[in-house]
């Protein structure tokens, strides 16, 4: 069983960035794929990036391809996503989410662990 802790979001102009971090409790996070997901009000939960457990593949949605990077630190049981030239629509809470197969996987139901989330607010 892990516990993931999300930080690292808040308030930004559009245009700006932010790095996201997600603390990971446990012994085995190095044996995780890993992701994130946003979820804006009334909307679904999307898939944002992911990461395989070694870090050596990484999957991006298509709506932050070329702004975002999944990067993670096995060393420091964290994963990190920095969001550039963020946009008034990347505005929702981002969620941390650990799956126990190595491999990426860009549906929730693939991820076993999920953190509280961080909101993100992109101010225009």
């Known amino acids: 069983q892990v516990q993931l802790v999300e930080s690292g979001g808040g308030l930004v102009q559009a245009g700006g960035s932010l790095r996201l971090s997600c603390a990971a409790s446990g012994r085995t996070f190095s044996s995780y794929a890993m992701g994130w997901f946003r979820q804006a009000p009334g909307k679904e939960r999307e898939f944002v990036a992911a990461?395989?457990?070694?870090?050596?593949?990484?999957y991006y949605a298509d709506s932050v391809k070329g702004r975002g990077t999944i990067s993670r630190d096995n060393a420091k049981n964290t994963v990190y996503l920095q969001m550039n030239s963020l946009k008034v629509e990347d505005t929702a809470v981002y969620y941390c989410?650990?799956?126990?197969?190595?491999?990426?996987?860009?549906?929730?139901?693939?991820?076993?662990?999920w953190g509280q989330g961080t909101q993100v607010t992109v101010s225009s």
């Open positions: 989410a650990a799956r126990v197969s190595p491999g990426v996987a860009v549906r929730p139901v693939a991820y076993d662990y």
């Open positions: 990461i395989s457990r070694g870090g050596g593949s990484t």
